[in-house]
C-alpha cells in the first residue's frame, strides 16, 4: 500500500524567513509526488509534482520541493515566506501502477506565516 | 484557463434524503476523480472514472454511486444521507496516466441535518 506522512501540524514561521514543511512517503515502484495547497472553503490547488529526473522541483508562488529517495522524503521548502502563504500543505503520492492513478494524500500541515 | 466546475456549491439535505453533485472536468480532461473531505480530515478518494468507465474504486459507501456521461462531466448521486455524509465533495480532473497532476474543483459543501 501507498501512503504519505506528513510529521506536523501545524508550521509556524516569519514572513521573510525560509519555510520547510516535510513529507515522507512509502510506496512499492517508483513514487510520482504532488504538493497541493488548500485555502479556507477553497479546493486543492496543484504547487508542483516529481516525476523523474531532477531531484528539486520547482512550483508555483516560489516554492520547490528535494525529491530525496534514499531518506524517501519530498519536504516542500521556499526561501523567503509570505503572510499569503499561510494555508493547509497536503502532499501526496501516486504510483504508475495500472489502477493506481488516485491520489493518496497525507494529513496536511497547517502553515502560519506571522508578520 | 477553463478550470474544473462543480454544482452546487452548496448543498443542505435531511438525514435519508438523496442528493446529486455535478461535475465539469476541464475540457480534453478523460479522468475524472471524486474525493471527500471530512471536517479537518485529508481528502479520500471515492471513485474515478477514465473514458466513461470506472477506472478505480475506493471508499465510496454503496449508497453512493457515480457515473461519467458521453460529454465527459460526472455525477456523484448519494442515498438515505446520513449525517456522517456531512463533508466537502471534490471533483477533479486530469488526463490519463499517473505523470499528470490532477486538478481540483472548488467543491461542494454538503450538510446533512
Known amino acids: 500500500a501507498q501512503s504519505v506522512a506528513q510529521p506536523e501540524d501545524q508550521v509556524n514561521v516569519a514572513e521573510g524567513n525560509p519555510l520547510t514543511v516535510k513529507c515522507t512517503y512509502s510506496?512499492?515502484?517508483?513514487?510520482?509526488l504532488f504538493w497541493y495547497v488548500q485555502y479556507p472553503n477553497r479546493g486543492l490547488q496543484f504547487l508542483l509534482k516529481?516525476?523523474?529526473?531532477?531531484?528539486l522541483v520547482k512550483g508555483s508562488y516560489g516554492f520547490e520541493a528535494e525529491f530525496n529517495k534514499s531518506q524517501t522524503s519530498f519536504h516542500l521548502k521556499k526561501p523567503s515566506a509570505l503572510v499569503s502563504d499561510s494555508a493547509l500543505y497536503f502532499c501526496?503520492?501516486?504510483?504508475?501502477?495500472?489502477?493506481?492513478?488516485?491520489?493518496?494524500f497525507g494529513t496536511g500541515t497547517r502553515l502560519l506565516v506571522s508578520p | 484557463a477553463a478550470g474544473v466546475i462543480q454544482s452546487p456549491r452548496h448543498l443542505i439535505k435531511e438525514k435519508r434524503e438523496t442528493a446529486t453533485l455535478k461535475c465539469y472536468p476541464i475540457?480534453?480532461?478523460?479522468?475524472v476523480y471524486w474525493y471527500q473531505q471530512g471536517p479537518g480530515q485529508d481528502p479520500q478518494f471515492l471513485i474515478s472514472?477514465?473514458?466513461?468507465?470506472?477506472?478505480d474504486k475506493g471508499s465510496i459507501p454503496d449508497r453512493f454511486s457515480a457515473q461519467q456521461f458521453s460529454d465527459y462531466h460526472s455525477e456523484l448521486n448519494m442515498s438515505s444521507l446520513e449525517l456522517g455524509d456531512s463533508a466537502l465533495y471534490f471533483c477533479?480532473?486530469?488526463?490519463?496516466?499517473?505523470?499528470?497532476?490532477?486538478?481540483f474543483g472548488p467543491g461542494t459543501r454538503l450538510t446533512v441535518l
Open positions: 477533479a480532473s486530469s488526463l490519463s496516466g499517473s505523470v499528470y497532476e490532477q486538478f
Open positions: 501526496a503520492v501516486r504510483t504508475m501502477n495500472t489502477g493506481f492513478q488516485k491520489l493518496v
Open positions: 472514472f477514465y473514458e466513461k468507465m470506472q477506472s
Open positions: 516529481y516525476i523523474t529526473g531532477d531531484n
Open positions: 475540457p480534453r480532461h478523460d479522468t
Open positions: 510506496v512499492s515502484g517508483n513514487p510520482y
